[in-house]
């Protein structure tokens, strides 16, 4: 048996993606967060393309948790 870990399969990711997504929209989205760093923890030695939508996943919902600073300019003035 190798020491290397592979990488897991595509349809996997894309259900792990999906089940984050439903957890966000359930109100969870401080877990849904949580989880898709730890995922991208976990693959980041593994698999850089699942990386990179579980890191997508987490900037896209770490937005949307906290909308107010969206509109804020540097220095912390409300545009």
């Given at each position: 048996?190798?020491?290397a870990a592979?990488?897991?399969p595509r349809d996997l990711v894309q259900l792990l993606l999906a089940s984050l997504e439903k957890?966000?929209?359930a109100?969870?989205?401080e877990a849904a967060c949580r989880l898709a760093g730890e995922a991208c923890v976990l693959l980041r030695?593994?698999?850089a393309r699942a990386t990179q939508h579980f890191?997508?996943?987490l900037h896209r919902l770490t937005r949307s948790a906290h909308?107010?600073?969206q509109s804020r300019?540097?220095?912390g003035s409300v545009s």
């Amino acid at each position: 048996m190798s020491g290397a870990a592979k990488a897991p399969p595509r349809d996997l990711v894309q259900l792990l993606l999906a089940s984050l997504e439903k957890l966000a929209a359930a109100g969870e989205v401080e877990a849904a967060c949580r989880l898709a760093g730890e995922a991208c923890v976990l693959l980041r030695t593994r698999d850089a393309r699942a990386t990179q939508h579980f890191n997508a996943l987490l900037h896209r919902l770490t937005r949307s948790a906290h909308p107010a600073n969206q509109s804020r300019e540097p220095g912390g003035s409300v545009s």
